[in-house]
């Protein structure tokens, strides 16, 4: 049975995920955290040095230059010893990122792939691609930069903290004591920057989608010889987006100035107690001066991890999105097909209703398709024909009523079943950067060659495959962005027809071809499947005449069903529509056979 990764158990806590993620590269993960460490360690050498050199200094022995000449060697080699370790760290923390993020990826990916229909349609595709590319990337960069600085900075901080201890416990305590403070006062000013934060990101998705939209347009305002003084939509969200950014950036520059202002002068706060403790001769003024080199050098690193506390906190939103779905990596099991009952009709809507944002696009549709038949389904554009076309291959669940394939709901169908028993071509090919077997197959092995070629030949392919160098190996570009629409059309009907489905259901594949080609085209598909269910969904009458079954869909509703002759003797909407488009028809063909001769599709 699957596991859907929306159920998931809450009791899954996201640093978990993190720490398992490191768990198969747990020896270089410890050889990160000591590189990491010696570095700290390297650093503190390197300041009780520059304490060794200010005290030779002050010294009138004469033996200066030469301590002085060593002290220096040490502080050279400090430097290079810092530097390989520094190299060595960074080195190992991006081969585990680089393992570890890799198999998170494949995992994903996995996951996705082994989704049910019903649950994938729950999940937007961009919250999807968020997941598989910011979120991971984000944690690649934690891995394999920041961890190495944090724990470094840490190591650094505790460092210091134990060396002021040594030198005298309240030296120490002051330290703390600024630090807490300078903490507590940025999590007073962060707890008020959540709303902040929550509105900027508001304010910028809606900016980006309506500046994307007008990139996408920008032929239109060529055409129409528009300006940005008339894109007013644009510029009142470019102003929200200024004014939340504009407030966000207040808080941020308050927390950060305040918190690096504390934590920066840090030795100042230091200083009294140092200057106190001196004077009751409970410290010497050596160390005071060590005290004081350490409480400095203490200022970077301690801000590292004020700033890199504030990038984790950042990173729990991304592990927190990515948890559900390693939370059931090993869960996600394929469901194995189930036997289905021929009594019931092949596909049936039943009272099929379909709503989006309180607005019908389908009412109460309901017919059954004429088994190994060429069944149409004809709307005009905006009246619920592709969202029909999309109900009838379980991508969406309708909002009331069923779409049952031999009594069973389409949406419940495993993948398996709904490869075994329906072939699918959407408006959008899908195609994938590789070669055209690939693109067919898609990963599907034991194809026989013939079953190959049958749907190569079947979905009018073949001319256009022998025309290229490579055939069946030709490389396409991602997203087939070196093709026609006609052919990217065709590899996606070779491929929902590869393994001779007994229903094949094809969306507007009209709008890639004219009249000839449409009509041509069916006949010579129905005759190399005569026993397939085929279910088309047009916005043209012509060329589908011969269909043994019409279903005349309008605002969402069918309101008229049966052959060509029949409805156009008994629906005026289908009838004065298909005279418009034959009359349309007619002048093109014209045109056409006095230019150039169409050539056949026939094989």
Not at 96 to 107: D, F, G, S
Not at 240 to 261: I, K, P
Not at 353 to 365: D, R
């Amino acid at each position: 049975m699957r596991v859907e990764p929306y159920n998931v158990e809450e009791s899954i806590k996201p640093w978990s995920v993190f720490i398992s993620l490191l768990a198969p590269c747990k020896g270089k993960v410890t050889l990160v955290l000591s590189l990491a460490a010696s570095i700290s360690l390297t650093e503190l050498l390197s300041i009780y040095l520059l304490f060794l050199s200010i005290q030779t200094l002050l010294s009138p022995l004469p033996s200066t230059v030469d301590k002085l000449t060593w002290i220096v060697l040490g502080l050279v080699g400090a430097i290079l010893i810092k530097s390989a370790l520094s190299m060595a760290a960074y080195y190992f923390s991006h081969q585990v990122a680089l393992k570890a993020l890799t198999e998170l990826r494949l995992m994903l990916v996995n996951c996705f792939a082994a989704l049910s229909q019903k649950c994938l349609s729950k999940h937007q595709p961009e919250e999807l691609k968020h997941v598989l590319i910011e979120d991971v990337k984000k944690l690649e960069d934690a891995i394999s930069q920041h961890t190495v600085e944090l724990v470094q900075a840490v190591i650094s901080c505790l460092a210091i903290v134990i060396a002021l201890y040594l030198i005298d416990w309240r030296l120490a305590l002051s330290i703390v004591t600024v630090v807490s403070i300078a903490r507590i006062s940025s999590s007073l000013i962060m707890s008020k920057m959540a709303s902040y934060q929550a509105k900027v990101n508001d304010a910028e998705t809606e900016l980006n989608s309506t500046f994307s939209d007008y990139v996408k347009y920008a032929p239109l305002t060529k055409v129409h010889d528009l300006d940005s003084q008339h894109f007013a939509t644009l510029g009142n969200k470019a102003d929200n987006y200024h004014d939340a950014a504009h407030r966000f950036v207040e808080q941020v520059a308050l927390n950060r100035v305040l918190c690096s202002a504390l934590l920066g002068s840090s030795f100042i706060f230091m200083l009294p107690t140092a200057i106190w403790l001196h004077s009751a001769e409970l410290l010497t003024l050596e160390h005071v001066v060590l005290s004081m080199l350490l409480v400095m050098s203490m200022v970077v690193p301690i801000l590292s991890v004020h700033h890199l506390l504030e990038e984790f906190s950042g990173l729990q939103d991304s592990i927190r999105r990515i948890t559900p779905w390693y939370g059931n990596q090993y869960s996600l099991q394929k469901s194995a097909p189930q036997a289905i009952d021929l009594k019931y009709p092949q596909l049936q809507f039943y009272n099929v209703g379909f709503n989006y944002k309180q607005h019908a696009i389908l009412k109460n549709v309901h017919f059954e398709l004429r088994p190994h038949a060429i069944n149409v389904v004809f709307a005009g554009a905006g009246y619920g024909k592709s969202t029909l076309a999309m109900l009838a291959s379980g991508l969406i669940s309708p909002s009331s009523g069923r779409v049952q394939l031999f009594g069973k709901d389409v949406s419940e169908l495993s993948d398996s079943e709904r490869i075994n028993y329906m072939g699918v071509v959407t408006q959008e090919s899908y195609l994938f950067e590789g070669s055209v077997r690939d693109n067919i197959l898609l990963g599907r092995s034991g194809v026989s060659t013939a079953a190959l070629e049958h749907a190569v030949v079947a979905s009018q392919l073949k001319p256009w495959l022998q025309q290229q160098t490579n055939g069946l190996e030709t490389q396409l570009q991602a997203r087939g962005d070196n093709l026609s629409r006609r052919e990217k059309l065709l590899i996606a009907i070779a491929r929902a027809l590869i393994n001779a489905p007994p229903l094949v259901i094809i969306d507007d594949a009209d709008l890639a071809m004219d009249n000839y080609s449409h009509a041509k085209f069916y006949q010579a598909l129905k005759g190399h499947y005569p026993n397939t269910t085929f279910l088309v969904f047009t916005c043209t009458y012509l060329g589908l005449e011969n269909g043994q079954q019409i279903n005349v869909l309008h605002n969402g509703e069918v309101i008229s069903q049966g052959t060509h002759e029949v409805l156009l003797a008994r629906c005026d909407y289908y009838a004065k529509g298909w005279q418009l488009q034959r009359s349309e028809g007619t002048q093109s063909s014209t045109l056409s056979t006095s230019q150039t001769p169409q050539a056949s599709y026939e094989h």
